[in-house]
Every structure is written in C-alpha cells, then in structure tokens.
C-alpha cells in the first residue's frame, strides 16, 4: 500500500506541475482561456494546439499537456489498485467514517502505520506521525511549542488535510475549532485538530470500533 499511495502522489504531483507551466503560458502571453470549459479535458487539446505561440513554446505546451495526460491515466491505473486493496480490508471502512477521512487518506493511513498493535500507547503514533509538540524543560519551567514534524510526513499530511475538512463539514468539529483558534490561532488549532484525529485513529484500529463522531447525516457523500 505504501508504493502505491507513494506512486499516486507523485502523478499527482507530475500532473499538478504539468498544469501550472500550462497556466504560465497563458499568463505569460495574456491569454484568456475559453469560458465554462474544463481547461485540461482532453476535448480543450485542439484549443491549446492552435494557440499563437513560437513554435518552441508550442513544443513546451505539448510536451505538458502528454505529461498530463500520462499522469492522469496513471493516477487511475493507481486508484483502481487502491480500491482494490480496500475492498479487501475491513479497517478501511472503520478509518472513513472519521470526518475528513476519505478512501485515499484511509489507505495512507494505513500503509504508513502498518500495525497498529506497533503502539502501544496513542502518544507513540502522534509522535511516529511528527503531531507530537516539542517540549523545552529547563527544570524550572515547562513549556510546549510548535510540533515536532519529526515523523512520517504522509500521515502528519494527511491528518491535516482531514482536519482541515473536519472543521469545514462536520458540526463536532467546526466547534472544537471556534474554541480553540481565540487560544491558538487558526493554523495551530487545525494541527491540534489534526492530533485529536490521529489518537482517534488509533483508538478506532486498536479497538475495531467507529468513531463516536461519525454521523453520516452530517458528512457529504464521498464518490
């Protein structure tokens, strides 16, 4: 699972850049792109192609456009793997009933902790995910500060991003972040949100139970 997340997010990350050098060109020769399409659907390919450009830039927006193209079909040759992985373990459906958790942060979940019987403790995995906030103890005083980030980027991101969703979707946890941002700022409290899920993913895989703050009703319908 981990080569397969890991393979996903590169294409992403190789359609995604391919994409922005395509929005250069325009930016850079002030061109407008047509309206209510969508802008890199292979149906657009003949409008970028008869654009007027050099004949080297005209070089550099094919050359962008194949490497999107190869992104995307590689992108769907790695989701349909990943789905296939998931209808065969039962703790993916556990992991996306948690707000902001869908089947692509369930399956990096679970490809960067492998075991959760690994940790013993939900601290240990906050701190294998770099969630954990570091400590400066000067025998007088105590004091906690940003988080560590010292852990498996992967899964610290992802709990980011679910987090960030959580606070946007679900009634639970759009509270929890109107209670802590006067305290900690917006940012801060999306990490501290962030935390919480992780200790809740623990519990949910070391127990095998669901969320006790999953509510279908208050969550959009996933695809």
Known sequence: MRILTSQYKKMSHLGAAAKNRLHAVLH???LLPPEDVELFHPDVRSWWEALKVSPSEMVRIRSDLATLEFAQSQKKLFENAMGDAAAKDERVPLLIQIPGVGLLGAITILAAIGDIRRFAQSQQLVGYAGLGA???????????????????????????????LAVMH???WKKELERMMPHLGRSRAVVAIARK?????????????ADRHADPAMWPARS
């Open 28 to 30: 850079r020769h002030h």
């Open 134 to 164: 570091r400590v400066h103890d000067s025998g007088e005083m105590r004091v906690t500060g940003r988080i560590t980030k010292a852990g498996r980027r992967d899964l610290r991101s992802t709990m980011v991003t679910a987090a960030n």
């Open 170 to 172: 679900h009634v639970f």
């Open 197 to 209: 899920l992780l200790i809740t993913v623990w519990h949910v895989l070391q127990k095998e139970i």
